[in-house]
């Protein structure tokens, strides 16, 4: 449990002992306040914004998802990643009393109706989403399973984001049975995205 919070008693008691200092040799209040904030601002970005959108280590990624227990909305894609049925459901749950609003659910309600091989589990969170890449990510998800491949590659096309058209290309050829071209898709997904996203296509590319 200490080493699970070593950096965070490192760096209040740093911000605490800098305080402590400042007020001795009598600075301004503004001053000590503006490094402060600007210190916190810098630990709160290496120790979440970071992981989430910018780290390429698939280790470190997955040691800063398995740490946030406490944050469902973070901690259900280390669970969906690693295949975690029990955590799963606990996690689904709590994310779905915290927030009641349909629109707001309606992405891991998606996501958890996939894992399940729910369709229509997906196709009514997709009901429930504003117009969007994420969207027409699972639009795209339900053509594929419904065996309508030519239609799902039409329809990705308007995705903005690179990792999401490779992503849904390379499970379309993976059921297509192009295996080696599923494999260069899921390749091309890595390169275009880092952190949390990376860590997700890392683990499903695993299977292929």
Not at 18 to 26: D, I, L, P, R
Not at 71 to 86: G, K, Q, S
Not at 160 to 170: D, E, F, I, Q, V
Request: net charge positive.
């Amino acid at each position: 449990m200490m080493g699970k919070y070593k950096w965070d008693i490192v760096f209040y008691l740093a911000v605490f002992l800098f305080v402590v200092y400042m007020k001795m040799n009598e600075q301004s209040l503004f001053l000590i306040l503006g490094v402060v904030l600007t210190a916190t601002l810098i630990m709160f970005t290496i120790r979440i914004f970071y992981p989430l959108g910018w780290e390429t280590r698939m280790d470190r990624v997955e040691a800063f998802l398995r740490r946030q227990e406490n944050n469902p909305r973070l901690y259900i894609y280390y669970v969906l990643a690693n295949r975690l049925d029990d955590e799963l459901e606990r996690t689904i749950e709590r994310i779905r009393n915290e927030d009641t609003n349909k629109r707001t659910q309606a992405v891991y309600n998606a996501a958890y109706g996939i894992y399940h091989n729910d369709l229509v589990a997906v196709r009514t969170a997709v009901q429930n989403m504003r117009r969007s890449d994420y969207r027409t990510y699972y639009e795209t998800y339900l053509l594929m399973e419904e065996g309508r491949s030519d239609q799902a590659r039409e329809h990705l096309k308007p995705i903005s984001k690179l990792w999401m058209r490779s992503t849904l290309l390379a499970a379309i050829e993976l059921k297509s049975g192009h295996r080696e071209i599923a494999i260069q898709q899921a390749q091309e997904a890595m390169r275009a995205v880092r952190g949390v996203h990376r860590y997700m296509i890392f683990k499903e590319s695993e299977k292929y």
